[in-house]
């Protein structure tokens, strides 16, 4: 049967109201990313890329710990998609892999899956990258006084894959929150999207080193 994209949209919509960072204009934008690297790529299958965009989230409620909700997720949009009988049992398979492994670069396989991490990881990037950055850990300080850019300035994702295994994490500002989404750029698996997202992380370095260079400025008359 035809898919009927605003049942799903619906079904998300419930979903995300109160997820900060993840609402559902998030949603929304890694569709349109989604589906602008499908078309780069060469994908032919625009409603499978459309679906797994749209339902990509919806098990982060549900998950717990948040990090499960990949899987969380991929459970819920299996039982959506087979229950209104929307796409076949391989299109359903193809969509929910991609929803349970696209929020870690570790494990998984497929197209599909490039194109979903690919578009998630748009959303870390440029002006919108740092709102969402700031957003997200507004509790967080903004900088380090002593080390305006972070010790995290500069890092690599397998850096921050490193600090993730040991438990040291993102880090404790702001700022660090911003060098993880730059360096979120060595994942993306697309040409397509590597060359998209380039101008937006630059953006972003811009940004942190302006910011240090407004701060910095600021103290020239301290005592």
């Known amino acids: 049967m035809p898919v009927d994209m605003r049942q799903i949209e619906e079904f998300v919509e419930q979903f995300m109201a109160a997820e900060p ?15 602008k690297i499908a078309r780069a790529e060469g994908c032919e299958d625009l409603e499978v890329v459309e679906a797994a965009a749209l339902l990509h989230d919806i098990g982060i409620p549900a998950a717990n710990p ?58 870390m990037f440029g002006a919108m990258g740092i709102q969402r950055g700031i957003k997200f850990v507004a509790d967080k300080p903004d900088y380090d006084p002593a080390n305006i850019r ?3 300035w ?13 438990g040291t994490g993102i880090g404790k500002h702001v700022v660090d929150y911003l060098n993880f989404h730059m360096s979120c750029y060595d994942n993306l698996a697309t040409d397509s999207a590597r060359r998209m997202a380039k101008p937006m992380v630059e953006f972003i370095r811009r940004f942190v080193l302006q910011l240090e260079s407004d701060i910095l400025a600021g103290r020239e008359n301290d005592a």
């Open 21 to 35: 960072g993840h609402d559902f204009e998030h949603i929304k934008r890694v569709r349109n990313w989604a589906l």
């Open 66 to 123: 948040r990090r499960k909700h990949g899987e969380a997720g991929a459970e819920m949009a299996r039982e959506f998609l087979a229950e209104r009988g929307f796409f076949t049992e391989n299109q359903i398979e193809e969509i929910c892999h991609a929803i349970q492994y696209h929020c870690t670069n570790r494990g998984g396989d497929g197209k599909l899956l490039d194109v979903l991490r690919d578009a998630d990881m748009m959303d």
């Open 150 to 152: 972070g010790k995290t």
């Open 154 to 166: 500069g890092m690599t994702a397998k850096d921050f894959d490193a600090r993730f295994d040991d």
